[in-house]
């Protein structure tokens, strides 16, 4: 493994250590906002890239880069009973993220100084490793990859990201113009930002760049205009190029973070209905073609940010998509434990209660869907989903509890029906990770 080059890795310290990032007071935390607890979830992650339901009890995780700790908190409080041991190069930001984590109440946490291409020598493995934007800042790429991987545990998960040279463009061009202009010889403190902020409030409105990075002289504070404009060390990337370095890393890809907003098949109005060709290549292209496809076609993403691990020896289980009714008969539901919550609870019981159906997307704004279940489905999955897993047959005979004739017939609702009903609402809960679902 080669070493980082200690002048390049001595700029960026001196800019964090300037500028810790993110600039958030202390009080700040994720506490209230579950989508990003959910994104920074064990759970989900372990779902979508293993197919399993893990409990998070013990569990070690890796903040690598971690900045003044907004994301270190968010791990620890996403994940009960796990441990979050944060590193990052600049001692600031350590300290900043140690005050953090011990404000709001996070007391086994581990604080390291050190670049995260020295990680081995901290002695650990880990079962997540979070490192969210940072590798773009690294003097090479596959380096910080291997140095992540060789502490990462086997079966372990890895969250990586990149800046795509897309979705980033427009910071990436004002980066481009000032460093032209000398602007990031050094590294840029108020002089360098003062300059930026007098040239765009005398640029005209109309002009493209300053139009399009979306510049408001009320409200662009310094530290937004260091982490953008005069960011040093950013670079954008390709998905081919971030494919080319999980490959040179021997690491395997397993899913977008944000796989929603990646998917190929969302370009199209009718994503049942394609046009011949698509219909005919989608289905056969490989994940770094179809992501590479999206980047281009629509690159809304500012971020190459996925999950990847060792790679797999055996396949993971089966997609809920191809169970057949046997693992369906086995299987055990889980409520994603996001969801665990007194809001959701309460409006859960006032939906039953009145006899309406109870919009569970609400809770989870993030993922874009609306999902509505109707009264009864709400009673037999999610009140005893909160208190416990059950098992696919549980939840059935549940239903047939609640809902024991048919209304049209008055006559007993048999059991393979009452399945059926169940699966389908499962099927649709489980398409929304609202619901998981575990096969023996
Ligand atoms: C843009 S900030 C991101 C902070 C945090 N991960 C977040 O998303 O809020 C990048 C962080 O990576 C750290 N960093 C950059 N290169 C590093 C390296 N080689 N080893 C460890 N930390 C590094 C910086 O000091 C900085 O705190």
Redesign the pocket.
Known sequence: MSV?DPEF?ER??R??DHC???NIPVEKSYKDQPDTLYLHSLTTAFYRCHGRVINTEGKLIL??????G??ALALAQANPGAKVIS????AE?VEFAQKRLEYHGVTNGQFHV????ELAQLGMTFDYI?????LY???SQVT?LQALKAVLKPGGILRVNLHSTYGRSTMLRSQTAFKRMGLMDSNPEETEIGIVRDTFNAMRDNILLKQVSGWNEKDCPDESIL?NHL?V?DRGFSVPEMFSFLNTSDLEFFSMVEWRKWDIYNLFKEPENLPVFWAMTLPEASDEDQLALVELFHPINRLIDLWCGHPRSRPDPRPVSEWTDEIWQGATAYLHPQFKTEPFREHLYHCIKILNPFEISRFMPGLGLSTLVDATMSAALFVPLLEQPQTVLELVNRWQTLHPVDPETLEPVPFDAAFVIVQAALRNLEAGTYILLDCP
């Open positions: 980082p890795l960026i310290r800019q964090f810790p990032y993110p903040d690598a880069g971690c900045g003044t907004l994301k590193v990052d190069i600049s930001s050190m670049p995260l291409e979070n490192c969210d934007e940072v800042l690294l003097d910080g982490a960011l060390g």
